[in-house]
């Protein structure tokens, strides 16, 4: 069954640093990319970037200067660390995979100034 | 980056009614290997986004046959033939033909 759950802190200060992590099941990350999306509250949703089933990744070009995605594929998890965060980087952070078939319940995150 | 516009932005419909959303990118979405990259999302209040068609028609696994998807380049089109009311929320398009993929704006179905 595959399942990708999201976890990490609610509560980030403002001008501090995100991390969260997606952990998969189900499948395995050299079979399949994970991609990181979020929805600010109210808001659509923004492709933040994604890292392919050969390690390789893409960014979307207007946080690509503060967001860095990783794997780790013995532990089945991706993640995502996010510099220099600001108020309206509060939303739900969910991560997919690639086919967008899959998601996880999503992480709200609230940065605080 | 690619745009993606979604008309309409809301969208009010009764039971039964057949709806159609509109998904516009500002440039071809066929990718160099054939393939046109643009799927239909739906995003329930309070639940993540839930695949409904993928490589513009095709029907994802479980999802109702009502539910189809149509064009080709650059022009879009989910259909929804015979609302019900599990059908209300949030559609999104979102091409991952061209890096960074992109979604569109979305189109909220409610009930008039």
């Known amino acids: 069954q595959v399942q990708l759950k999201e976890s990490g802190p609610v509560l980030v200060q403002a001008s501090e640093t995100l991390s969260l992590t997606c952990t998969v099941s189900?499948?395995?990350?050299?079979?399949?990319?994970v991609i990181w999306v979020r929805q600010p509250p109210g808001k659509g949703l923004e492709w933040m970037g994604i890292i392919w089933r050969n390690g390789n990744t893409d960014y979307n070009s207007a946080l690509k200067s503060r967001l860095s995605i990783n794997r780790d594929t013995s532990k089945s998890q991706v993640f995502l660390k996010m510099n220099s965060l600001q108020t309206d980087d509060t939303a739900i952070y969910y991560c997919?995979?690639?086919?967008?078939?899959?998601w996880g319940q999503g992480v709200m995150v609230t940065v605080s100034s | 980056d690619v745009v993606l516009t979604q008309t309409p932005p809301t969208l009010s419909a009764t039971i039964g009614q057949s709806v159609s959303i509109s998904c516009r990118s500002s440039?071809?979405?066929?990718?160099?290997?054939?393939?046109?990259?643009l799927n239909w999302l739906l995003q329930r209040p309070g639940q993540p986004p839930q695949l409904l068609i993928y490589l513009v028609s095709r029907l994802e696994s479980g999802v109702p046959n009502r539910f189809s998807g149509s064009g080709s380049g650059t022009d879009f089109t989910l259909k929804i033939s015979g609302v019900e009311a599990e059908d209300l929320g949030v559609y999104y398009c979102?091409?991952?033909?061209?890096?960074?993929?992109?979604f569109g704006g979305g189109t909220k179905l409610e009930l008039k």
């Open positions: 997919t995979r690639d086919l967008s078939d899959y």
């Open positions: 189900g499948f395995s990350l050299t079979n399949y990319g």
């Open positions: 440039q071809s979405l066929l990718h160099s290997n054939g393939n046109t990259y």
């Open positions: 979102v091409q991952s033909t061209h890096a960074p993929w992109t």
